[in-house]
Each structure stands twice: as structure tokens, then as C-alpha cells.
């Protein structure tokens, strides 16, 4: 069966110009100017950009902490995904089995079933040692190209500079990429302690305990440490003015290290921690101030940074309070559990299906990024980075028929009854929004249609994803 889609814009990384796609089975066949196919079902979107399905390269689904569990499993949080125009996530392998082989099967085995758009796995590096050196390089064989590392959650998640080093050296040799959560773990722990010794429990005092600068000076020294193992790195949820500063330092000596950052970092601050409610705002690393927002925004605008991911990692304000989802009653412990101790609030927020049409209204609506940084920024720099292009992040024929018509023109009052994530609140709650996604399309199948869901858990794919990808 072939589908005509006439007449719309399409907007890439590069370009934006008007023509017809022809989707054949599941991947774009052909695109071109008055495209005439005898028996295609034909849809008009004139009036309509086409652009290439989002790709999310940073979310946690189904993730455990602090006690409880995220509450987007790898259907909820595909599904609210690809209403908010994204058809590929990354997801995170925990390193909680004594082989990484078994940690990826494992969590293969929960998802493959339940995922409604493609998804493919980064593995947390948190335990090295000989073997886990042994089996980084075997991880291509699993689909699995890219290391997450942290300079932050002692005695949990850290690894020691010299480990870092060994990780990247390993990974680079063995075209992996390397991704770096930045924080001053040794800090924070001094702060933690004497915050709460003070009697201190709100949720501002998250942000209080977690100061910058450590995000600051981890990034340079991850950056030295890539430089000087000849290795890419990528840092995950850029949030800080200085991050920028020193991957524009690194960057500039030829140091082929990359960024991301996420919507919460551009949009709220520490001042949103203050509010009554400030335990929607908790997550790791925390929001911080207008100037580092001002700052970030400059480096996606000048290209500094590569990506907008989302660290989708969504808990329920009242986890007490049961939501109906898909007609049945669901509670989920969430940030209730910290109430008398900022320590114990579930660090995460709901993003995954924010971030297209937020950052449509605020980023290129306000003019702070064109249509085709937008979609550079979204879909076709993490496709590119994370392995994944042409076939994701590109409106090319052979690529996966990932599309999005998307209506400029269509205005709303957004917040929990557009996005779809399985949690009790949306931080763009009452947000006016101008354009939007109409029709979402997985390889080549309409899974959203306006309001309705066509998608189906397990339609989803594991993506092998390639060694040896560019650094941009
Ligand atoms: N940060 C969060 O806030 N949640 C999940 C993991 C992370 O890095
Ligand atoms: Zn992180
Ligand atoms: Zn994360």
C-alpha cells in the first residue's frame, strides 16, 4: 500500500522547501514536486509542515528510585512520546546484573513487548572493573553504542576520574560514545548533609545542595579527560551558563566533545523549586537561574550545543491520589515520599511529549531558533550522533517513514489533557501553544491521528544502532 502525503513543507535540517512524499510499506520512497502515483492513498497537507519524527535521545522509562518507580513504563512514555511528535527514544540500561550482556536482555525483555515507537539503549557505566573493561567492546553485538557515565551519586553511580578515563578510552577505540552526567558528586554530599543537619527539607534546598559550579568544573575535567584519551564525549542535560563556557573552551581546541540540554533547563528556575509545589521541579541536575536559561539558549542558537533531549523520568505529584489511564485507576508512589525531606522526593519530571511543541511556541516562535534548527536540534543531530541516520532524523527516500504533519496554525491552552505521559501534572500546565502535531506516523503507520491513538504496544522496534558515529 502507498500513501501520497501532497503539497506539504517540509522542513529539515537544512532546508525548507514544498513537496510530495511517497511512503511505501515502511519507508519513504520518494520525494518530489507534483508526484503522481496511480492507487496511493492521498493525504493533502497543504497548509502543513512534514517534519521528521522526533528523536529523544535521553529518557528513562520504568526506571526504579528513591522507594519507587517512574511512572512511564515503555508504553505510557512511548505512547505520550509519539503524541508529542517523537518516534524514536533512548532509553537507559541500568548496570544491575553481573554481565552487561544480561542487563540489556533484561531490560529487552520488559520492552521490546511494550514499546509503541522505536527505541534503542545507552548503558549506564557504574561498577568498572577487568571484565566490565572486557565487555564494553562487545557491546556493538547488542545494538548498544554509547556509555553513560557520572561524576556525581557517590558510593551509587560514580566512577573515580581515572575509571572515566578508562571508559572513554575503551569506548573510543571501539567507536563508542561516551556520556557524561556532570556534578560535583563529593560536594553535594557535604551539602546534603549539612543542609539536612540544619533542619533544612524544602524542595529549593535540592538546588541549594547541588551548586553549578560542580556541573561547572566536571565538564572541563571530563572534557580533559576525553582530550587526553583521544575519545568523543557527550554531555548529558546541560543546565549551567559555565557548562556551556567550557564546552565552547573544549570545543574550540578541537576536543570532540558534544551537548545536550533539556526543556526544564531552558523554561524554569530555582524559583520554581519555591513554589508550594516545587517537588514537580525536582530532578537531576536541578533548573537553575535566567542566566544560565539565557546562556543555554545562545548555545543552541550558535550551534555550541547539538541536541534538546528531555530526560523524560516522570513521577506522580500525589502518587496517594489514583489517575484513571486507558479506563483504569493507577497510583504510583511519587514525590509525595518527600515531603518532610527533599532527599527523598523521586528526581524526574514528565518531558517526553512536551518538548516538540513547547519548544515549537517558545523556541522558534519567539525566534530564538529557525525551523530547521529546531529539527537539527530534535531529531536529525541525535539521529546523526547516537548512530541512527538516515534512517531516523531524515525526510530522505530509503529513510524510515517517521513523519509528523504539523499544524502551524493551531493554537491551545496546553497541559495534562494533551500530553499523554502517565503522571498527575504537566509543568506547561495553561501554556498557550501555536502549532502542533496532527497526524504522527512510525514507519509509515498513522499511529496518531489528531486526538486518537492508533499505536499499539510492541509496535515498537529495538534499534541496532552502528559504532563509529560522527561527532557533530
Ligand atoms: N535525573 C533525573 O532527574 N531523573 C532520572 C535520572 C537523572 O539523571
Ligand atoms: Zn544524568
Ligand atoms: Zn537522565
Partial sequence: MSLLIK???LVTAED???????IEGETIAAIGVNLHVPDAEVIDASGRLILPGGVDPHVHLDLPMAGTVSSDDHYTGTK???????????????????????AVDRLRAKADQKVAVDYGLHMNITRFDEQVAGEIPC????GVTSLKVFTAYNGRLRLQDGEIFQVLRIAGQNGLLTMLHAENGDVIEILISEALAAGHTSPEWHARTRPAWGAV???????????QAGAPLYIV???AAGEVDMLHYARQRGVPVMGETCPQYLFFTEDDLRRPDGAKWVCSPPVRT???????????????????????????????QPLVYEGQPVAIPGKELGKDDFTKIPNGLPAVGDRLP???TYGVGSGRLTPSQFVALTSTNPAKIFGLYPRKGALFPGSDADIVIWDPERSLKYGRAHAMHRTDYNLYEGWELKGYPEKVFLRGRLIVDGEHWLGQAGAGKFLRRQPGAPTL
Fill in 7 to 9: 503539497s506539504g513543507t
Fill in 16 to 22: 525548507v522547501f514544498s513537496a510530495d512524499i511517497l
Fill in 80 to 102: 505520550a512520546a509519539a503524541f508529542g511528535g517523537t518516534t524514536t527514544v533512548i532509553d537507559f540500561v541500568s548496570q544491575d546484573y553481573p554481565t552487561l550482556r544480561e
Fill in 139 to 142: 557491546l556493538p553485538d547488542l
Fill in 217 to 227: 568544573e566536571a565538564v572541563m575535567r571530563a572534557a580533559a579527560l576525553a582530550a
Fill in 237 to 239: 542535560h546541560m543546565n
Fill in 290 to 320: 535566567p542566566d544560565d536559561q539565557e546562556r543555554l539558549w545562545e548555545g543552541l542558537a550558535d550551534g555550541i550545543l547539538q541536541t534538546i533531549g528531555t530526560d523524560h523520568c516522570p513521577f506522580f505529584y500525589n502518587g496517594n
Fill in 358 to 360: 513547547v519548544l515549537w
